[in-house]
Every structure is written in structure tokens, then in C-alpha cells.
């Protein structure tokens, strides 16, 4: 069965970066579009970048030019880069692993930043 499970989340200070990785099992990894979204309390759960079996990426405008995602096939992982993090980028961050029908998610990582 397939699984995805993040990690690297974290308490971090306005102007810091982490790096989000998840884990993908179960899967033929590089076939899939993979992608980070995040959801913070009272919120909608948002797109935050994506990544396409041919590494194509695409951004929400929030996070152009300081969050860069990536891939490594080698490891079925995901990563999400995360620099210049700011207070409204406080979120539970979700990994997605999706393919024709296929849709999967991971469990969460807690991003809070706050000084």
C-alpha cells in the first residue's frame, strides 16, 4: 500500500529556513506529480509548489523565490526547501503524490515560525 511520510518540520525564527522531505513506499515514485500543500488553522488547505515526472515546477505566488521543491528518484523523496520563512507561512505542511486516479498524502509536518 502506498505511503508518504513527511518530515523536518519544526520550530523555526522569522528569516530561517528548513527543508521538508517525504518519504514516498508503495509507489512506482518517479511516474507520479508530486506536491507540497499546506494548510493553516482556520484556513483552506493551499497548493505551495509542484513538481512533475519531468521535474517541470510550479509555485504559489507566496512562496516564489524563497521555497524550492525538488526530487530524487533514487530515494523516492520529495523536498520542499523553505527560505525567508515569515510568520504567515505557519502551517501543517502535507505532501502529494498523484497519478492518473492515484491520489495519496502524507500524514503532516508542523512548520511554526515565530520568534
Known amino acids: 500500500q502506498a505511503q508518504l511520510v513527511e518530515s523536518g518540520g519544526g520550530l523555526v525564527q522569522p528569516g530561517g529556513s528548513l527543508r521538508l522531505s517525504c518519504v514516498a513506499s508503495g509507489m512506482l515514485f518517479n511516474i507520479y506529480a508530486l506536491g507540497w500543500h499546506r494548510q493553516a488553522p482556520g484556513k483552506q488547505r493551499e497548493l505551495v509548489a509542484v513538481?512533475?515526472?519531468?521535474?517541470?515546477?510550479n509555485y504559489a505566488d507566496s512562496v516564489k523565490g524563497r521555497f524550492t521543491i525538488s526530487r530524487d528518484n533514487a530515494k523516492n523523496t520529495v523536498y520542499l526547501r523553505m527560505n525567508d520563512l515569515a510568520p504567515e507561512d505557519t502551517a501543517t505542511y502535507y505532501c502529494n503524490a498523484y497519478w492518473g486516479p492515484n491520489n495519496f498524502w502524507g500524514q503532516g509536518t508542523q512548520v511554526t515560525v515565530s520568534s
Open positions: 513538481i512533475t515526472r519531468g521535474d517541470n515546477t
